[in-house]
């Protein structure tokens, strides 16, 4: 299945092949979302950049395996999510050796707050993708590019009464 945005033409079957501008897609939709992800659950910024990097390393390593757009997103937000526990797992030791242990507790207690917000951000996706084309395409200037609806109207040549 082929995911399109108005500025882009993502296929699947490309970059199962290893097409470098449906790879480049992926990259640009999701890279911001796997950061923040990684970051709020480390809050260290040079270690989640390396950890959202990784994951997209891993995913250009695995190209061929996926079969839509919704299985690279759950793969990148479970690599994430393995890279960033096993960070913490890292970290507790050396805090431990330290005498630290209440800031990965912390954390561990965060960790499903933050699995529950990726699954409801995946969720969301299926759902805004079972919307009309415009209404899709709106949702997704506003969420995925971070457009104003001024813009958003601007750009789809819509004025408002």
């Not at 709106?138 to 009464?161: D, P, R």
Request: net charge positive; hydrophobic share 35%; aromatic share 12%.
């Amino acid at each position: 299945m082929d995911q399109k945005s108005s500025e882009n033409t993502f296929s699947i079957t490309g970059f199962r092949k290893g097409r470098p501008q449906d790879y480049k897609y992926t990259y640009e939709l999701y890279y911001d979302k796997i950061y923040t992800f990684a970051y709020s659950l480390i809050s260290d910024e040079t270690e989640a950049q390396d950890i959202t990097t990784d994951s997209f390393v891993k995913l250009w390593r695995l190209h061929g395996n996926f079969e839509s757009l919704n299985n690279i997103k759950a793969f990148l937000y479970i690599t994430s999510r393995n890279a960033c526990l096993d960070y913490l797992r890292h970290l507790k030791v050396k805090r431990k050796t330290h005498g630290k242990i209440r800031y990965s507790q912390k954390i561990e207690e965060l960790i499903p707050n933050e699995m529950i917000s990726a699954e409801v951000l995946i969720e969301l996706d299926r759902q805004i993708e079972q919307l009309p084309r415009k209404c899709r395409q709106i949702i997704q200037l506003i969420y995925h590019y971070n457009l104003k609806t001024s813009e958003i109207a601007a750009e789809m040549g819509i004025t408002s009464a």
